[in-house]
């Protein structure tokens, strides 16, 4: 599976980005995707995440800003997010956990830079 990240870029406090990351290759039996983020001199962390069955875990620092969906015809994960702080800063990958027997597989995209200035 191969995930291609993109949407990332520069935005004022306030603005809005949508991220998204398509899906290619012998694509399995998708159990998960999501999205996380790595900030300077920090460690990555988990910023949203969507089950098959569609449903949503946030991290709390995100809660009520940002939206995170699929499109599962153009295998597709977007996160929407509004409401930007600096402290979204970051690189924002993508990731896809995937079943084949026998086991899950975790897939991890480019990353794409966000930076919000104030």
């Known amino acids: 599976v191969q995930l291609q990240a993109s949407g990332g870029g520069l935005v004022q406090l306030g603005g809005s980005l949508r991220l998204s990351c398509a899906a290619s290759?012998?694509?399995?039996?998708?159990?998960?995707r999501g999205w996380y983020r790595q900030a300077p001199g920090k460690q990555r962390e988990l910023v949203a995440l969507?089950?098959?069955?569609?449903?949503?875990n946030y991290a709390d620092s995100v809660k009520g800003r940002f939206t995170i969906s699929t499109d599962n015809v153009k295998n597709t994960v977007y996160l929407q997010m509004n409401s930007l702080k600096p402290e979204d800063t970051a690189v924002y990958y993508c990731?896809?956990?995937?079943?084949?027997?026998?086991?899950?597989?975790?897939?991890w995209g480019q990353g794409t830079l966000v930076t919000v200035s104030s």
């Open positions: 990731y896809t956990r995937a079943y084949r027997a026998p086991r899950e597989y975790d897939y």
């Open positions: 290759g012998s694509i399995f039996r998708i159990n998960s």
């Open positions: 969507i089950s098959s069955g569609g449903s949503t």
